[in-house]
């Protein structure tokens, strides 16, 4: 499934930005499990969100609990991750992805995506 990030942009430490997902083709992006991952230059990508296909349970990192959030509208085909009081930590580049697994071990829990990112999304935040 080809998925498009859009809506990055630069905004200033305490700030907001919504992202979007959406599906290339006649893709239905209420079939899948949808991951929101993210690229900080010179760092191996690293699973942000996540929100499940069935139930619509979702999953967070540390990094972002708490201020993130993820939802779908099926009526647009769309995943979206809202990002409230962002810090310069939060400057990547956010990818999303169909299916990623979650992974649940003792100590930690991640997500993880077989395969490539597409373009992906900015988001750069000043200080």
């Known amino acids: 499934v080809q998925l498009q990030a859009s809506g990055g942009g630069l905004v200033q430490i305490g700030g907001s930005?919504?992202?979007s997902c959406t599906a290339s083709g006649s893709h239905t992006l209420a079939d899948h499990a949808i991951g929101w991952f993210r690229q900080a230059p010179?760092?191996?990508?690293e699973g942000v969100s996540?929100?499940?296909?069935s139930d619509d349970t979702t999953w967070?990192?540390?990094?972002?609990?708490?201020?993130?959030?993820?939802?779908?509208?099926?009526?647009?085909n769309t995943v979206y991750l809202q990002m409230h009081n962002?810090?310069?930590?939060?400057t990547a580049r956010y990818f999303c992805t169909a299916d990623p697994v979650l992974i649940n071990a003792a100590?930690?829990?991640?997500?993880?995506?077989?395969?490539?990112?597409?373009?992906?999304?900015?988001?750069t935040v000043s200080s």
């Open 17 to 19: 930005l919504r992202l």
């Open 42 to 45: 010179g760092k191996d990508h």
């Open 50 to 53: 996540r929100i499940e296909k």
């Open 60 to 76: 967070y990192s540390d990094s972002v609990k708490g201020r993130f959030t993820i939802v779908r509208d099926n009526a647009k």
């Open 86 to 90: 962002l810090k310069t930590d939060d």
């Open 107 to 123: 100590r930690f829990s991640t997500i993880h995506h077989f395969g490539s990112f597409g373009r992906g999304t900015q988001v």
